[in-house]
């Protein structure tokens, strides 16, 4: 018998929403992991005690934009349609049925109000709360980096005015003024002659292959075992991500107490610098070195043997190679004395076909001990291995971010609301692996069993 719905619109309607929402929900496994208790105190200070409207709970605020990062909701607009027709999203901002859903204008006033500070809290308090949970050992950390497109394009770019400190004007810039001003010649585009209108803290990045955009820059650092993002810090594009990993490293060492014994990191990270940074802090570095650009010398440097003693190298040949010139940034140049480069019997395979090389030459950094270690560990298959394990968890991490939460485009402009961003983000990732540990995962067996919340 076919069956008719005669439909009958109620002006009451009484509805248990806690039913509604089904226990293995992912808002809801988010729901028992997320503490916000603590943002009220923190920003308390920002509003005034005794006059003025009610402002928007805090914790309300926190949760929508949470959920916004959850199911990458573009912008507060759309947020704010989906809570006002979506029961999961309006239970888990803590918004009953008759409640009014608030302003998007209010989200962008309240997130400006709060500022930097107050969304890395909350994004440390879920880093402790793993800690506590036993998923964040850091005994091993993984880092990489990430391009972020900015919001703005290429065409908002202008001429740095001549007071701007980061203003360089191009080499033999009086001589080619004529042709560019004719039209004769483009002028082309670089971060120390132009900077965007739109978000002057993006800038360009360039990549083989046509990539030219205006970028940020995200840098992630994860435990290697939970993938529980440990640290998420956002630079401008051009900032290259070997000058910061000293520093991101102090700030979890001190912020959180970690005991790291080792780091696994791409080679981009692979420089004396860095490896005596670490070697400083007993941290082991699983980071390799870029190959020395050597296609035309058929002898590798590694054949030539270094006598600390006397500080000099001793060539295949047995002749001694001694320290010739010091280049300005420290970096001793070996050489062997006189001309027996130009009548050694090795010398078509030693020395480059270079019409301006006649003899060979060694450099020698101030790091060059820890290079050389590194250089002979990267060749075991132990070392190949935790380098595998980098690729798949970190930038599995970067490809989660941004294929599910937002992380690919910028949402905003400036370097300081691209880091509220990508603390959310961080916040979000980490939640899930939280919500997902073997703790709460027993809790929900454990519910579902007796059929009632524990």
């Known amino acids: 018998m076919q069956g008719k719905k005669e439909h009958q619109p109620q002006l009451f309607a ?3 929403v806690e039913k509604l929402i089904p226990t293995g929900h992912l ?6 992991v997320l503490d916000l208790s603590f943002i009220r105190a923190e920003t308390e200070s920002l509003y005034c005690a005794d006059n003025g409207r009610p402002s928007i709970d805090p914790e309300v605020f926190f949760r929508a934009q949470l959920l916004s990062y959850i199911y990458d909701l573009r912008g507060d607009r759309q947020l704010c349609e989906e809570v006002r027709v979506n029961i999961a999203y309006r239970w888990f901002v803590r918004l009953a049925l008759e409640d009014e859903v608030f302003d998007h204008s209010s989200m962008t006033r309240i997130r400006d109000r709060l500022g930097e500070e107050v969304f890395k809290k909350l994004f440390e308090r879920i880093i402790e709360q793993c800690k506590r949970a036993g998923l964040v050992t850091a005994r091993r950390l ?7 497109d900015a919001d703005a394009n290429l065409g908002s770019l202008v001429e740095r005015k001549n007071d701007d400190p980061e203003t360089k004007k191009p080499s033999h810039y009086k001589e080619q003024y004529h042709d560019f001003a004719t039209g004769k010649k483009q002028r082309k585009f670089a971060n120390h002659t132009h900077v965007s209108s739109t978000d002057p803290d993006a800038t360009i ?3 083989a292959g046509g990539y030219r955009k205006l970028c940020y820059k995200g840098h992630y650092t994860c435990d290697a075992k939970s993938r529980v993002i440990t640290d998420c810090h956002v630079t401008t594009g051009a ?3 070997s000058q910061l990993l000293a520093e991101r490293i102090d700030y979890q060492l001190e912020r959180f107490g970690f005991e790291t014994e080792a780091i696994a990191a791409d080679k981009a990270y692979g420089n004396g610098p860095n490896y005596q940074y670490l070697r400083s802090k007993r941290i082991t570095p699983y980071i390799p070195m870029v190959a020395p650009n050597t296609a035309k010398e058929k002898i590798p440097r590694s054949k030539f043997a270094y006598d600390r003693k006397n500080d000099r190298y001793i060539c295949p040949e047995k002749h001694f190679m001694l320290p010739f010139t010091v280049l300005p940034n420290g970096t001793k140049r070996y050489r062997v004395p006189g001309k027996l480069c130009l009548t050694c019997p090795l010398r078509q395979e030693c020395v480059s076909e270079k019409p301006s090389q006649k003899i060979r030459y060694i450099h020698r950094g101030e790091h060059q001990d820890e290079v050389d270690l590194i250089r002979k560990r990267q060749t075991t298959a132990y070392f190949k291995s935790k380098l595998r394990e980098r690729q798949w968890k970190i930038e599995g991490l970067f490809g989660e971010a941004k294929q599910n939460h ?3 485009r910028a949402r905003y402009r400036g370097r300081q609301k691209v880091q509220i961003q990508a603390y959310l983000i961080a916040t ?15 809790i929900e067996f454990l519910e579902g069993f007796f059929n009632r919340p524990l």
């Open 14 to 16: 009484y509805v248990d």
């Open 27 to 32: 808002l809801r496994r988010i729901d028992k």
């Open 142 to 148: 993984l880092h990489d980096a990430s391009m972020i």
């Open 205 to 207: 990045v360039s990549r």
């Open 239 to 241: 900032r290259h991500e």
């Open 406 to 408: 937002g992380l690919r």
């Open 428 to 442: 979000v990732q980490n939640l899930k692996r939280l919500a997902t540990s073997l703790q709460f995962w027993l």
